[in-house]
């Protein structure tokens, strides 16, 4: 007996980002497939998906977004869902990847959850593993399984060839992103500048800007980084560069955390603009800010499903930048 080569794709949404999903489903061409969920009493998690999956390439797109538990928990339900109704291969889409700040030891007796994430997603029923601009490019090596590393680098250099082109520093917020610094500078043929700052180990979301290593004067600011938490970072970044001469300061980060007090911080602040993307939703408190602006990683998403659906390179779509 022979069977023609069938190939279907299914994607399906966690209830962190689902704007996001109907984005990538829309691009794709596809629905979003249908899931039920409830809770029992006592807040467990109840999903069920509504149609057969039988021999599907499924497709599960959560990012960790508060409550972050909440929704890494659903994501691991989805998949082992799926993993029992025999799909054919079952790829997590995390644009967000939760716990990724913890991908080494700072101190003794510390975790390192971000590996922890990893083998939770494997042990769920992932087969293979897709996210945005980690933290830490390392996290890739936690698992033994195919991680797809996405970069929003090409949506940030259209936006700001459009927005300010010429006359930019583009700045890392400490030495750890001096590197992604160098690649956007590489493309916007632009100088590089850093902020020497202290942080304590064991203090989270704190940290003291002490100065500015470069040239700035005369010059438009752009701080990137792959995260904004609280903001503090890049708010201290940005009253430091605005004291050394630079004309205007924004800060681009691929995921908008925007924890409290990040609104009030950005309000205050030297800050001309803060570009984030929607790989996550943006908080109810920082929604109306007049200095955020939020681009679509939608169709990097989709261009990279896509490829791995139809078993192409997903490092061609980004030039090798994605590594």
Known sequence: ????????????????????????AGLLGIPVGGVE???????????????????????????????????IMEQLIMLDALHRASA??????????????????????????????????????????????????????????PFDHLTALPVFLEYLHAAVGKDMVIVSPDTGRVRLASLYARHLDAGVAFIHKRREPDVHNESA????????????????DD???TGGTVVAAADLLRRAGALSVRAMATHGVLSPPAAQRFTDSALEEVVITNTLPVPPEAAGLPNLRVLSVGPILADALRAIFTEESVSALFMGENA
């Open 37 to 71: 969920r409830s809770h029992f009493a006592n807040g467990e998690i109840y999903v069920r998906f509504t149609e057969s999956v039988r021999g599907a390439d499924c497709f599960v797109l959560q990012s960790h977004s508060k409550p972050v538990n909440f929704h």
């Open 227 to 229: 995260m904004i938490d």
């Open 209 to 224: 800007a002490l100065q500015v290593v470069g040239d700035v004067a005369g010059l438009h600011a752009i701080i990137v």
């Open 88 to 145: 054919k291969r079952i790829t997590a889409v995390v644009p967000f990847y939760g716990y990724a700040r913890q991908d080494k030891k700072h101190l003794s007796r510390e975790p390192i959850t971000a590996r922890l994430m990893a083998d939770l997603l494997i042990a769920a029923g992932a087969d293979r593993i897709v996210s945005m601009d980690l933290h830490s490019a390392q996290i890739q090596g936690f698992t033994v399984k």
């Open 1 to 24: 007996m022979e069977l023609p080569g069938r190939k279907r794709m299914m994607l399906f949404s966690g209830s962190a980002n689902p704007p996001l999903a109907e984005e990538v």
